[in-house]
C-alpha cells in the first residue's frame, strides 16, 4: 500500500505565495510522476503541474511563470510552490503520484486534498 499525505493549503491574499507538500509512503519500488491537480466543487480536476522522474515538467497555462514543481526523490515528496496567487487560484488541490509496487505491479494514488483559498 501506498499513502499520501498532504500539506501547505491555507488562506491567503491575493499576491501572496504558498507552498504545498505531498509525501509518499509505503510499499514504493519507483515513482514515475508526482503531479498536483485542482478542483472546485462541481468541475472537473483539472492538472495545474507535474514532474516525472527525469525532472520533466508540465503545468497548466494559468500558472506558467508562478507555480514551481519539484521533488525530492530520496524523500519521495513532491512540492508545489504558488507565488503570486489570484483569487481564481481558490480550489481544492490534490497530489497524485503514480509508480510501481514492484517491478512490474503499477500503483496511481491520490492525496486527500488540501484547500487553498485566495482572498482578493
Given at each position: ?102 517491478e512490474y505491479n ?15
Amino acid at each position: 500500500q501506498v499513502q499520501l499525505v498532504e500539506s501547505g493549503g491555507g488562506l491567503v491574499q491575493a499576491g501572496g505565495s504558498l507552498k504545498l507538500s505531498c509525501a509518499a509512503s509505503g510499499t514504493i519500488f519507483s515513482i514515475n510522476s508526482m503531479g498536483w491537480y485542482r478542483q472546485a466543487p462541481g468541475k472537473q480536476r483539472e492538472l495545474v503541474a507535474v514532474i516525472t522522474s527525469d525532472g520533466s515538467t508540465n503545468y497548466a497555462d494559468s500558472v506558467k511563470g508562478r507555480f514551481a514543481n519539484s521533488r525530492d526523490n530520496a524523500k519521495n515528496i513532491v512540492y508545489l510552490q504558488m507565488n503570486s496567487l489570484k483569487p481564481e487560484d481558490t480550489d481544492g488541490y490534490y497530489c497524485n503520484v503514480v509508480g510501481y509496487y514492484s517491478e512490474y505491479n503499477q500503483f496511481g494514488m491520490w492525496g486527500q486534498g488540501t484547500q487553498v483559498t485566495v482572498s482578493s
